[in-house]
T-cell receptor, first 117, second 116 residues
């Protein structure tokens, strides 16, 4: 069964420094997608970055990059130059990708990131 | 482009009462999801629609929860009767297709339910 594990309940980072949020996954499917979402205290889930299982390059979106290690089944999020506005819950999620089958996201437990001034 | 719209944002009800949440997905998105997020946990899928048909409702407590998506656009999630453990954020989300892993799922701001 597919599963997402985030082992860091909470993380602190100094403003302007980089931080890595860990995510490991388990799936028997060959085709899948990995997502990271940010959830501020307002509750909305904000899409950050996506990595496909067949993508050879690590995904990057502005200050966000995804360190994808397929053999280790890990998909860590790296945030560079942290800002105070980055303080939020971060969720790793996976979607199995067989065409015409359910494309639901399975979420991890989340990591609460606090950025210190 | 307008995002996923949800209402109401906040609702407080007594146990055994009923409540309904409404969702309007992003225009053109055929797939609509309802997730339940209990405080301190990741969201859990309740039901997934493709147009107006149900794709997955395996984790929907059907004795008290119901959902519909008439005409393949807006959707309503109902809880009747509510229990204390239903206190959660109910997130609606939508995406273009159900197949393939790369189609991003976009979420609304959520409807916060407190059952007292």
């Amino acid at each position: 069964a597919q599963k997402i594990t985030q082992t860091q309940p909470g993380m602190f980072v100094q403003e302007k420094e980089a931080v890595t949020l860990d995510c490991t996954y388990d799936t028997s499917d060959q085709s899948y997608g990995l997502f990271w979402y940010k959830q501020p205290s307002s509750g909305e889930m904000i899409f950050l970055i996506y990595q496909g299982s067949y993508d050879e390059q690590n995904a990057t979106e502005g200050r966000y990059s995804l360190n994808f290690q397929k053999a280790r089944k890990s998909a860590n999020l790296v945030i560079s130059a942290s800002q105070l506005g980055d303080s939020a819950m971060y969720f790793c999620a996976m979607r199995e990708g067989r065409y015409n089958q359910g494309g639901k996201l399975i979420f991890g437990q989340g990591t609460e990131l606090s950025v210190k001034p | 482009e307008a995002g996923v719209a949800q209402s109401p944002r906040y609702k407080i009800i007594e146990k055994r009462q009923s409540v309904a949440f409404w969702c309007n997905p992003i225009s053109g998105h055929a797939t609509l999801y309802w997730y339940q997020q209990i405080l301190g946990q990741g969201p859990k899928l309740l039901i997934q629609f493709q147009n107006n048909g149900v794709v997955d409702d395996s984790q929907l407590p059907k004795d008290r929860f119901s959902a519909e998506r008439l005409k393949g656009v807006d959707s309503t999630l109902k809880i009747q009767p509510a229990k204390l453990e239903d206190s959660a954020v109910y997130l609606c989300a939508s995406s273009l297709f159900t197949g393939g892993s790369g189609n991003t799922i976009y979420f609304g701001e959520g409807s916060w339910l407190t059952v007292v």
